[in-house]
């Protein structure tokens, strides 16, 4: 740019412009005047600052320096140009490689003549007679004291706010995935670990150069480790592990939380939302101009130091952790009902209509109940199960997934409704169940075969009744077929296949389920002998309040109950046995095992409902010391 060039977009004469430029403007009129300066002054013509230093005139210009690895760099860019435009200036950008290219940088915008800097540095720039307007931003709050103005935000302080958020939740293996450049993510992470006493593990974290090695090794190092949520370091690596969740079918949140560090549109848009930590740099570039202006406008040096603390966007990516799995995988293959329980007075007989006192509408069906039963207690549970397209199979759904069970072979059925139970609970307790099982009947073998992948790693499998009795026989033979220990809770039956009986490790009736399947013989004792010459290796028959009895090779033995006083004894039975196969999963005795379940039972059966009412681990184990001396358990026997 030069005079000429002046001339021409005034459209003047270049004579004109040197007279004003140089004052000698007496025979020039205003408007042209307020013309030939307007450009000038767009324009940046050097030549115009002389004339300005003449008249005791600052440039309404700023100078922002910032790296180009600066992870913020495009909104402190726009919030900062958008903060000057307001207050009349505008701004000159300079891009760095590193802190060694900064001094030069400097020195380039004190040519242009520029009334102040914004200059993104740890250290102290010399600034000449700028040193006056000149403030400095960071994103750590490592810097030198002396610089004057300094405002920043901490990388450091978000890695640390990240991983409190997912510690708050219930998650304790984390992994920490940034790039090389935002190490000061992992440093905050560990700090939130190491405040909470959790083992720092090396191999949860990952830095890479570039988003290629996050994806080649990073995520599958850390999700190695059994990992239950992840700190992305940056948006853009959430993007890279949110696609690669999705491309290896893992569900956030429901295998992984995951937290952004840093936020933008883009975390709105994947899956159901992507909770960020977002930086103030809107309100930090906003302070920073406002201060600058001052300085410049005021002439004077002042000593400020900002923080501008991160803060959490709350979207749709962190639940708390699955239960930490304490033992061998359980499969429960059964049914899944939406209880309508009602309390009478007594139980109504054939042609009378009671007047129900209450009311309830629980998840429920023996396949849920025991599932959520064994979740509840810490135990690695997978679901097998049908149920309907309809809102009672959306909420039978969330019941089993809150409360810890794997949902990974559970099918909805287009053309049933969900299972209906209709409960009725006298003042005693005892109750009367309809069943009717909507989809539950249509649950068949093909997805028997479909999840044989389960029964590959599992130890035991629960099974109820209340489904087809095909797809009972082929569940058994599937187990036979893997090793895997079969729990059966007769509901309803009047006979078995003996040849499925003996496929069965350990078969659970009550008093009234063994009178039904045995009924030739008079005692307890001879009924269960009966079974067991049919093949069942063990026998525990539930007696309520009265505790159970347990045949087989080794014992036969009574255990009494627990004491507790019964309200409502639906769940009782469901809640012994999936206590009972979680500490048969632990590896604890079968008798310690029976124990704990018979208390487990007495705990569900004081409260109303089923799967509410199934107790968690911590509610049964303060029970420990009475259950070894009731049951005298001796050491090693546990």
């Known amino acids: 740019m030069n005079i000429n060039d002046i001339a021409r977009l005034a459209g003047v004469s270049a004579s004109t412009v040197s007279k004003v430029m140089n004052g000698k403007d007496n025979d020039i009129s205003e408007a042209t005047r307020t013309k030939v300066l307007k450009i000038i002054e767009e324009e940046q013509y050097v030549p115009y600052f002389k004339y300005m230093d003449k008249e005791g005139l600052k440039p309404h210009v700023i100078g922002l320096i910032i790296r180009k690895n600066h992870r913020e760099r495009e909104n402190i860019v726009l919030h900062v140009e958008q903060a000057a435009r307001a207050r009349g200036y505008g701004v000159l950008v300079s891009y760095v490689d590193d802190i060694d290219d900064i001094q030069t940088c400097v020195n380039e915008l004190i040519k242009k003549r520029v009334s102040g800097m914004m200059i993104d540095s740890v250290q102290k720039i010399h600034c000449g007679k700028l040193d006056k307007a000149a403030v400095y931003f960071t994103q750590t709050k490592k810097f030198e004291t002396n610089q004057g103005c300094t405002f920043y935000y901490s990388l450091t302080e978000a890695g640390r706010l990240a991983a409190d958020r997912l510690i708050e939740e219930g998650h304790k293996k984390i992994a920490c995935i940034t790039k090389t450049a935002d190490e000061a993510v992992i440093e905050g992470y560990k700090q939130a670990l190491q405040n909470q006493n959790i083992r720092v593990q090396p ?72 909770t960020g930590v977002e930086f103030p740099v809107k309100d930090m570039s906003s302070r920073m101009v406002k201060l600058l202006c001052r300085m410049i406008d005021q002439d004077e040096k002042m000593r400020v130091t900002e923080k501008f603390p991160p803060r959490i966007i709350e979207r749709n990516s962190i639940v708390s952790p699955a239960r930490e799995k304490q033992g061998d995988m359980i499969i429960v293959v059964g049914s899944m009902n939406m209880d309508i329980t009602t309390e009478v007075t007594r139980l109504p007989i054939g042609g009378e209509t009671q007047i129900a006192e209450r009311l309830f509408v629980f998840p429920g069906g023996k396949g ?48 049933s409704v969900s299972g209906k139970a209709y409960i009725n609970v006298d003042e005693a307790g005892e109750s009367t169940i309809v069943v009717y099982q909507g989809a539950n009947k ?38 036979e077929r893997n090793q895997v220990q079969v729990i059966l809770k007769p509901s309803g039956v009047k006979k078995i296949k003996k040849e499925l009986l003996s496929g069965i490790t350990y078969f659970v009736p009550n008093e009234k389920e063994l009178g039904l399947l045995v009924p030739e013989e008079d005692s307890m004792e001879e009924k269960v002998k009966r079974l067991r010459s049919s093949g069942v290796k063990n026998v525990i028959v539930t007696m309520g309040e009265r ?73 049964v184990d303060i029970f420990e010391d009475e259950i070894i001396e009731k049951y005298e358990i001796v050491e090693g026997e546990k």
């Open 368 to 415: 849920g109940n025991q599932a959520v039963g064994a979740g509840k207690l810490g135990g690695q549970v997978h679901m097998i199960g049908c149920l309907g397209q309809d809102m009672d199979g959306k909420q039978l759904y969330t019941s089993l997934f809150e409360n810890h069970v794997h949902m990974d072979g559970v099918l909805f059925d287009k053309t």
């Open 203 to 274: 191999l949860c974290m990952y830095s890479g150069e570039t988003l290629e090695d996050i994806e080649k090794y990073g995520l599958n190092q850390c999700i190695s480790q059994n990992v239950t949520a992840i700190i992305c370091g940056s948006p853009e690596v959430t993007c890279c592990v949110w696609k690669m969740l999705e491309r290896m079918k893992m569900v956030i949140p429901d295998e992984f939380s995951v937290i952004s560090v840093g936020d933008g549109e883009l975390l709105n848009i994947l899956g159901d939302g992507i």
């Open 442 to 479: 249509n649950l068949n073998i093909e997805q028997i075969k479909r999840c044989r992948y389960l029964f590959q790693k599992a130890k035991y499998c629960l099974i109820s009744l209340e489904i087809p009795e095909e797809v009972v026989e082929y569940t058994i033979k599937t187990c």
């Open 547 to 619: 505790g159970c009895y347990l045949e087989n090779d080794e014992m036969s033995r009574y255990f009494s109950g627990s004491g507790f006083e019964a309200i409502d004894t639906t769940g009782g039975a469901d809640s012994f046995i999936s206590a009972l196969v979680v500490l048969l999963s632990e590896g604890k005795s079968l008798v310690y095992a029976i124990g704990f379940a018979i208390y487990a039972s007495g705990i569900t059966v004081t409260r109303y409902g089923v799967q509410p009412a199934l107790p968690e681990r911590k509610a």
